[in-house]
């Protein structure tokens, strides 16, 4: 006992002189830094353009007053996000933080932050939106911290719900209400409908609506495909759309030289509209008179959300992972999320202080936030492009009224070599 007690107060010592060994050689190289007024460069690369560009660069200023040795260098990539970030990775010199949203793709370029989350007793991740680190993590590992989001929800036309006296709908709703609504706001003599339908859908933003009917695109441990592409639950819901097109309470919209789904919104030629936050500023500028509500739910089962989300993650190859990671806990922190007015605020806290979620417009995002803990199919499985592949295509049909069971069963069939690979 007493051997360990002096081998503990010999292990503290040698912790406590490391310590001070290292504030002093910081505080030798902070005094170096100021006499030859040496900076440390950081870069961050990001997707943004425009006033969300310049929000990150004012963000970036006020790092560098906290941190006045370091240097911010922003490197906007805009839509070559992709192509440029792959290219830097590939030649071993990549931005040390970076917007990420495509964790399946990068992961194996990326750092694990555990081990800076482990150590940084300033960091709360209780005080964020738990489902958004769904998105961010890879075989366990969490990869990006979040920083913005969108759920998605149904938009509806309030002066077409007044004209044919019907009562806006409500959160609890359920598809059969959905249905029955989009039905009587139609009237294809006036050119008229309930819903817009994109006739190709991106596959990603149903699965939402595949998860509330219990359902889902891919097993939970990505390693099956058979009886969840093709599963009856899904199937019933992706033909629901193609049914409504066919009994004309629905319309194709945005497809090839078709105006958009948000410009016939616009022009109040459907009645309701279903997506993500993008829209909501332009709908306010057109002086839509709109609403918005959360998705609907089949009976009997809890709805449950998709979530578009967007991370800032360190390189692993940066030489500067412990300043990078002091970027990032500043660009995830209450100050940081206050000046980020182009997001969604990502923290409960600055939620609640803010009443983001009180506001009828965006409230409905947060309910669907709530119910949005599953992961997507692209982070379950490496081949999902592949897949996926098979699975637009047959959607893509069935929305021009094919069979929707035959196509899926097929998918499945012609997609299961790239499972397990």
């Known amino acids: 006992m007493k051997k360990f007690r002096m081998s503990f107060l010999a292990l503290i010592l040698v912790f406590v002189m490391a310590a001070c060994s290292d504030n002093q050689s910081s505080s030798r190289d902070d005094q170096t830094r100021k006499e030859s007024k040496e900076k440390i460069v950081l870069r961050f690369a990001t997707w943004d353009s425009g006033e969300a560009l310049k929000i990150q660069e004012a963000i970036a200023t006020k790092f560098e007053e906290k941190h006045p040795f370091i240097e911010v260098q922003m490197e906007a990539y805009g839509d070559e996000f992709d192509q440029k970030l792959t290219a830097a990775f ?63 929800v149904v938009y509806y036309n309030k002066d077409l719900f007044d004209a044919a006296q019907v009562p806006y709908p409500k959160d609890g709703w359920t598809w059969d209400d959905f249905k029955s609504v989009a039905k009587q706001l139609s009237n294809p003599a006036i050119n008229q409908y309930g819903l817009g339908v994109r006739p190709e859908p991106d596959t990603y933003d149903l699965q939402g609506i595949v998860w509330s009917n219990g359902s889902s695109f891919i097993s939970e441990d990505g390693k099956k495909i058979d009886s969840y592409m093709n ?174 069971k035959e196509l899926l069963n097929k998918s499945v069939l012609d997609s299961e070599k790239y499972m397990g690979k």
């Open 231 to 404: 599963s009856p639950e899904t199937i019933e819901s992706i033909e629901m759309f193609a049914e409504m097109v066919k009994g004309k309470s629905a319309v194709l919209v945005g497809g090839k030289n078709q105006q958009s789904g948000e410009e016939v919104f616009k022009e109040g030629k459907i009645a309701m509209w279903e997506s993500g936050i993008w829209p909501l500023e332009e709908f306010k500028k057109a002086k839509v008179n709109f609403g918005t509500v959360e998705m609907p739910a089949f009976n009997g089962k809890q709805v449950r959300g998709v979530i578009s989300s967007s991370a800032i993650s360190i390189a692993k190859d940066s030489e500067n992972k412990d300043l990078a990671w002091e970027f990032v806990k500043f660009y995830s922190s209450p100050e940081a999320i206050r000046m980020r007015t182009a997001d969604l605020p990502v923290r409960i806290s600055m939620v609640k202080k803010l009443k983001t979620d009180q506001d009828p417009l965006i409230g409905p995002f947060y309910k669907m936030l709530e119910r949005s803990n599953a992961t997507p199919a692209y982070l379950l499985t490496k081949n999902w492009d592949e897949i996926n592949r098979n699975l637009s295509s047959a959607i893509n049909a069935i929305m021009l009224e094919q069979d929707a």
């Open 90 to 152: 590939g030649a071993k010199n990549p931005p040390d933080v970076m917007y990420m949203w495509n964790f399946s793709a990068y992961f194996q370029s990326l750092e694990p932050l555990e081990n800076f989350i482990k150590r940084d007793p300033t960091i709360d991740l209780n005080d964020f939106y738990q489902g958004l680190f769904n998105y961010s993590t890879m075989y366990r590992k969490l990869y990006g911290m979040p920083a913005g989001f969108t759920t998605r």
